[in-house]
């Protein structure tokens, strides 16, 4: 079974730019979470998305926002890009975002010049 | 307000001895808990995870322990095998509800020394 694939692998952009990132789940698996880590912060939640609805959304700014696609693929969308916004954009996959562990992807390093 | 904490950003370990990782969290709603290991430019992978009803779990070299009274709990390795030199995150949630939303802590560095 192939893992949870995230692409690009590394972006760069500059302030003031938009970004969209991507996210194919474990075959099957419905859930589809997003996590910012930067350093010495740990994994942040941006937001969870089942069935195409988001369920949960975390303390992050209208400026980051996703959707997700009937073949559970998600995207991750950023618009105009901070400096701050440089981090390690993590995108997890469960079976139902229930009582059960997450698989992480690979994760898009993105940086804001 | 970091609801869960990691206080130690790294911890040196010899091959073959114990290494303890330590977690505080502050929320009383959590009520599962996880620990992943995340290697550099990999995503983090599941270790190991416990539920609020037990307070020890174990899976091979990896014991979980939780102490809800004083709201922590810590990872044991045992034996370290220079393998493990990763970082490990803590991560809380609350199971009720259908959405799964992860509080993680900042992570602790292992170096497990040949």
């Known amino acids: 079974k192939a893992g949870v694939t995230q692409t690009p692998r590394y972006l760069i952009k500059t302030r003031g730019q938009q970004v969209t990132l991507s996210c194919s789940p474990i075959?099957?698996?419905?859930?589809v979470s997003w996590y910012q880590q930067t350093p010495g912060q740990g994994l942040q939640f941006l937001f969870e998305?089942?069935?195409?609805?988001?369920?949960n959304k975390g303390n992050f700014p209208g400026r980051f926002s996703g959707r997700q696609f009937s073949n559970s693929r998600s995207e991750m969308n950023v618009s105009t890009l901070e400096l701050g916004d440089s981090a390690l954009y993590l995108c997890?996959?469960?079976?139902?975002?229930?009582?059960?562990?997450?698989?992480f992807g690979s994760g898009t390093q993105l940086s804001v010049l | 307000d970091q609801q869960v904490k990691q206080n130690s950003p790294s911890l040196s370990v010899q091959e073959g001895r114990i290494s303890i990782l330590n977690c505080d969290y502050t929320?009383?709603?959590?009520?599962?808990f996880l620990w992943y290991k995340k290697y550099p430019a990999e995503g983090p992978t599941f270790l190991i995870s416990?539920?609020?009803?037990?307070d020890k779990n174990e899976d091979g070299r990896f014991t979980v322990f939780l102490n809800k009274s004083a709201k922590h709990l810590s990872l044991h390795i045992v034996p370290s095998q220079p393998g493990d030199s990763a970082v490990y995150f803590c991560?809380?949630?609350?199971?009720?509800?259908?959405?799964?939303?992860?509080?993680f802590g900042s992570g602790t560095q292992l170096t497990v020394l040949p």
């Open positions: 997890a996959s469960s079976a139902s975002g229930g009582n059960e562990k997450l698989f």
């Open positions: 075959s099957g698996h419905r859930s």
């Open positions: 998305y089942f069935s195409e609805t988001q369920r």
């Open positions: 929320n009383s709603m959590f009520d599962y």
């Open positions: 416990i539920s609020s009803i037990k």
């Open positions: 991560a809380a949630a609350i199971s009720s509800g259908s959405a799964r939303q992860l509080t």
